[in-house]
């Protein structure tokens, strides 16, 4: 489960799509970014494969449920 999940618009200009977001999972903190064509970019370390698209499955929903259904 992720708790704590946090996310910003990666460039200042608010039209350009892309996100950061960090969250904690397995008492880790994780960050990467979200781009616009649904991309996720790591830039903290992830382990386990099946975490990774565990994780990843979990993103895309987060962020189509608080950005994009705004």
Known sequence: MLLHFQYKPLYKEKKLPGWSFSFYYKKQR???????????????????????????????????????DN
């Open 30 to 68: 994780l960050t990467g970014n979200y781009l616009s064509d649904g991309t996720i970019e790591w830039l903290s370390s992830i382990h386990e494969e099946t975490d990774r698209e565990l994780l990843e499955k979990q993103i895309h929903e987060l962020m189509l449920f608080h950005v994009y």
